[in-house]
């Protein structure tokens, strides 16, 4: 039971263009989600996280989103650059101590062309 | 201020053998979590140490297991290795607050033969 989707593989996207990234869920009692991005031979990185008393948080040139009727969450990247080209896996999680596990989707390969 | 580190990088194993991976927490760190990335997958949940007790465990049969050091570092354990097993294993640390964000190692590269 994948509870958390990323349904596109890869995405190229423009140099200086906006990059947007999707993740869906279906398990409503999530309420953190996170988006990590990996370069080949390292571990995740943390990029953003929103909570769901919000829909928006920016950091930057990355702003998620999250329509939490729609148990639908994206990341935007503007501009986007060359070094933005990773695997973006977009996270969820629980409040609360002891519910602390992340369940990951599948991954986004995000292609920066010049 | 010190990242998470994993050791080793890669390692070669055959079928049946037992494996034990390494992981130092960030510093500040008290909870560590390991992970399983097959080819291709996202991260799995394998289970989370905190004060040197399990403290949940995802959907892995009990031939893979943990320890928690005083200083939070941490081992993964897996007994009776099978092909499947092969994978990129992650651990990531945390503090113990709601909300956190799980920072992760480089990973150990598991290949079993």
């Known amino acids: 039971d994948q509870q958390v989707k990323q349904n596109s593989p890869s995405l190229s996207v423009q140099e200086g263009r906006i990059s947007i990234l999707n993740c869906d869920y279906t398990?409503?009692?999530?309420?953190?989600f996170l988006w990590y991005k990996k370069y080949p031979a390292e571990g995740p990185t943390f990029l953003i996280s929103?909570?769901?008393?919000?829909d928006k948080n920016e950091d930057g040139r990355f702003t998620v989103f999250l329509n939490k009727s729609a148990k639908h969450l994206s990341l935007h990247i503007v501009p986007s650059q060359p070094g933005d080209s990773a695997v973006y896996f977009c996270?969820?999680?629980?409040?609360?101590?002891?519910?602390?596990?992340?369940?990951f989707g599948t991954g986004t390969r995000l292609t920066i062309i010049p | 201020e010190t990242g998470v580190t994993q050791s080793p990088t890669h390692l070669i194993k055959t079928r049946g053998q037992q494996v034990t991976l390494r992981c130092s927490s960030q510093?500040?760190?008290?909870?560590v979590s390991w992970y399983q990335q097959a080819l291709g997958q996202g991260p799995q949940f394998i289970f989370q140490y905190y004060r040197e007790e399990e403290n949940g465990r995802g959907n892995f049969p009990p031939r893979f297991s943990g320890l928690q050091f005083p200083n939070y570092s941490s081992e993964l354990n897996v007994n009776a290795l099978e092909l499947d097993d092969s994978a990129l294993y992650l651990c990531?640390?945390?503090?113990?607050?709601?909300?956190?964000?799980?920072?992760f190692g480089p990973g150990t590269r598991l290949t079993v033969l």
């Open positions: 929103i909570s769901s008393i919000k």
């Open positions: 996270a969820a999680s629980r409040e609360g101590f002891g519910n602390e596990k992340l369940t």
């Open positions: 990531a640390s945390s503090t113990r607050l709601p909300y956190n964000e799980q920072f």
């Open positions: 510093s500040g760190h008290n909870t």
């Open positions: 398990n409503s009692m999530f309420d953190y």
